[in-house]
């Protein structure tokens, strides 16, 4: 029995030696945490301080309630500022969004008085010069009429049809 006791205390020993640094680390962790809420506190404290004299150094504070990443919340756009200069898209209207162009469509117009839909299929008639002369940039609501394009084979030879027509 003598050296079950004495294998007995030697383990007990080497474990003591090895959780002695987990126990110091443990104590000052607890003694940490003390430490830990009275800074939090005087943070706290200093918030709206440090918040006032910021823009003073030039340094940025987080604004309260501001999200961290990831998608933002849903808020309202602000409304554009209108500047000098060429304006893109759309025409603005008097009575807000108006219907599309094009006769018999009903979508509310987005870019040159087309919806998004017929918008696309104006630049591509523009781009492969087959471009209507009735469709026109801002075009009245429901005063075009909508074109039928081709498909497959036959758009095929449209379109050389009208690269033959371009390049003479």
């Known amino acids: ?31 940490g945490t003390a430490d830990l809420e009275s800074l939090r506190s005087v943070a706290e404290r200093l918030a709206p301080v440090a918040a006032a ?21 849903k808020v309202a756009a602000p409304a554009p500022v209108v500047t000098g200069g060429k304006r893109r898209g759309r025409k603005p209207s008097a009575g807000g969004a108006s219907e599309c162009a094009i006769i018999g469509c009903g979508s509310p117009s987005r870019t040159k ?39 497959g084979r036959a758009a ?5 049809q009208a690269k033959e027509g371009s390049s003479t």
Request: aromatic share 6%; net charge positive; with cysteine.
């Open 53 to 73: 004299m910021a823009p003073l150094f030039g340094a940025q504070v987080a604004k309260p309630g501001k999200r961290g990443p990831g998608r933002p919340a």
């Open 1 to 31: 029995m003598s050296v079950d006791k004495a294998f007995r205390e030697m383990i007990r020993n080497e474990i003591e030696v090895q959780l002695k640094p987990l126990r110091a680390v443990i104590s000052r962790i607890e003694a």
């Open 113 to 151: 008085g087309y919806c998004a839909a017929h918008y696309q299929k104006l630049r591509m008639l523009t781009k492969t010069n087959r471009r209507p002369d009735s469709w026109v940039d801002y075009a009245k609501p429901n005063s075009v009429e909508d074109l039928k394009l081709p498909r």
């Open 156 to 160: 095929a030879k449209a379109l050389a």
